[in-house]
């Protein structure tokens, strides 16, 4: 107690109180609501864009929607130009990142497209990290023995040095070896048994706080190795009945669990200037509820940067928008997607970074999305004024097609307003 109460002394001591000028690179116009930070508090820029804030620390974290992060120096000019920055991504799985020929095919593109983040996968739904952390309980649990990558930090400066932004995708709660090491952690049926999905998966509670301060810590751990932003994944409530929780499951319940994750995320990351991202179902855009996962758009946007609906046409039923196919709507699709989840918070267009289909329809007429229909989906997030984008094709295999000539003059539809009533429900999670 003594020596905390030290510490918090001696940087107040020694805090300076430093006022910084936040600007577009581009426009070299204010950035308002930029965000200043250091391991301790944030503030953020006013209307002419400055921001002040006392710290002891030697570096300040500045960032803001939209735009690449920068760490900057007590001692350096306190104007910040902070560059405009439009994700635009291809995933990159467990098996794909220690494949010399898949990152071969995905540099390439990155080289001959206008691709130029990647996604790939630091913690999987089977609980397997790609790299060996240093998580005590992740090395205990051996969730490194089936590691694709070997050194993580030549990894990650190989894409950087092709001028790639780099996103670690994190599964959170589908976590099938911290269950199975760990029963007292495992979701389970009402006869006391773990429950598994129809993939032979287990999951973990929701509700479980040592399970948060876990997976905070592996996402610490890379953003420690120079990722620039965490994308949490299965950080829901699996869609299935009958299941046992430690709390009553109901809405304020699961909301409450899934932010009380992310703030333990974002608290752990506070000595990191990096993202995080959020992925959700398409139908959170759209429901006034939680869809029985604990989303909804304003708690999400309440405790992480980007919201990363996963807009795939194959993914919404029949009828919605009134189309009796959605996968031959595939621009209406994401673009009125993104214009109800803006009616459902006060929140920027630009705190929306979908996933989009990269790969076959499996609930229509079974076709590739190819060059139309991905191109026509980029359209879709592009008009709604997205912070980006991200293919998704589980198992990295993408072409060229749909991803050039992107930026075409395409009809805006009129924006749908019988939304008040709208509760769209989906296939429960076997």
Sequence with gaps: MRLLLFLFIASTLYAKTQSLHILDARTLSPLIGAIVSDTQSSVKTN?????????????????????????????????????????????????????????????????????????????????NLSYKSNVKLAQKIGAHRQRTIYNIDDFIKKLKDEGLYVIARIVVFKDDRLARTHNEYALKDSNGTVWRNREKLAWVSPFETKVHNYVADIAADAASHGFDEINFDYVRFPLRKGLVY??????????????????????KLRAYNIYTSVDTYGYVCWNSSDTNIGHTIKSLAQNADYIAPMLYPSGFGSGILGFKNPTEHSYEIINESIKAGLQRANVQAIRFKPWLQSFKDYAFDKKFFRSKEVSEQIKGAEHASCSGWMLWNPSSRFSSKGLQDTKLPYPILPAYKELKNINYCFRKEN
């Design 47 to 127: 209307e002419k864009g400055i921001a002040k804030i006392s710290s002891s620390n030697k570096t300040i974290f500045v960032k803001a929607y939209g735009y690449k992060q920068k760490n900057v120096s007590q001692a350096d000019a306190q104007t910040v130009f902070l560059e405009p920055f439009t994700s635009k991504a291809l995933y990159v799985s467990f098996w794909a990142a220690g494949s010399k020929k898949y990152m071969q095919r995905i540099l390439k593109l990155a080289k001959e497209t206008e691709i130029n983040t990647v996604i790939v996968d630091v913690k999987n739904e089977f609980g």
């Design 246 to 267: 430690s709390q009553k499951l109901n809405q304020k319940n699961r909301v409450a669990a899934i932010s009380r994750f992310l703030q333990t995320a974002n608290k």
